[in-house]
């Protein structure tokens, strides 16, 4: 199984376009992009997890997904979304030009995105469904991290809003969590075993940023006390110390042996 990091950035990427603070005008430190994921069983057939509003450039970026043979032909098969926030629903719509794409998500996410819909059915019929057990020969498993819904979503269905996914194919494992508010029970055994684990890495501690706690996201030196396994962090907020190589934050996370990976950043399991 192949595994492409296409953003690890959060909402807004980084620099983030209306901010002005110390990390964002640092011009030393490399941009990213918005959170998103592109997996494959055998390198050919692609599956984007969550599309973010940068897919256009993160997909020019990764040759393993540019078009072709045929002159309107993509390796991209369909998008598994983990929730309905913008950040990573956005670049659908930037993939209206597609002929065919199978969409899954929780139903919940589904609801919530109906007015996509009503946009993209206006180019093209794509196929809208749940999350599959199987996809390309690829095993996917499910665990439910939060009910939070995106503020544009007046559906009031219940979750969950919000999931983990668990990719597995031919013995490997890859783990992906990129919005998680508090780790639910169950959350270490289903991770277990993993060969890397993506996780919620949007602010390095529990006070960053004012208002945090009611955006739904664990803090990395939270998230490293409760859980014993090795962990690689994604959806950094423009104010996350990490994205420094050169701060004590992330030398502290990189000393307990785990990751901040880059964009770009692939990972064969």
């Not at 996410?109 to 199987?134: C, G, K, M, Q």
Request: include cysteine.
């Amino acid at each position: 199984m192949k595994v492409i990091v296409l953003g690890t950035a959060a909402g807004g990427g980084f620099p983030q376009w209306n901010c002005a603070c110390p990390t964002c005008r640092n011009p030393d430190l490399q941009p990213r992009t918005q959170d998103g994921l592109a997996i494959s069983a055998d390198g050919k057939n692609w599956f984007l997890v969550n599309a973010s509003p940068d897919l256009r450039s993160q997909i020019l970026a990764t040759p393993e997904l540019h078009a072709g043979p045929g002159s309107r032909e993509t390796p991209i098969r369909g998008v598994l979304l983990t929730d309905a926030e913008l950040d990573h629903t956005l670049g659908l719509l930037l993939l209206r030009e597609a002929e065919t794409l199978q969409v899954h998500a929780p139903p919940a996410v589904l609801n919530a995105l109906s007015r996509f819909r009503d946009i993209t059915d206006r180019y093209h019929a794509w196929t809208w469904s749940p999350i599959p057990d199987e996809l390309d020969g690829i095993t996917i498993r499910t665990l439910a991290v939060s009910d939070k819904r995106p503020r544009y979503a007046d559906d009031p269905a219940p979750g969950p809003w919000v999931v983990a996914y668990r990719f597995e194919h031919h013995g490997g494992s890859f783990v992906y969590a990129p919005c998680v508010a508090q780790l639910p029970e169950g959350f270490e055994q289903f991770a277990a075993g993993a060969t890397y684990v993506l996780l919620d890495g949007t602010f390095h501690s529990a006070d960053e940023m004012p208002g945090q706690t009611v955006m739904g996201h664990l803090p990395i030196a939270t998230t490293i006390e409760q859980l014993d396994l090795p962990l690689a962090f994604t959806h950094l907020n423009n104010t996350n110390p990490v994205i420094d190589p050169n701060s004590p934050e992330r030398a502290a996370v990189e000393k307990h042996g785990h990751l901040i990976p880059d964009d770009g950043t692939r990972w064969e399991i």
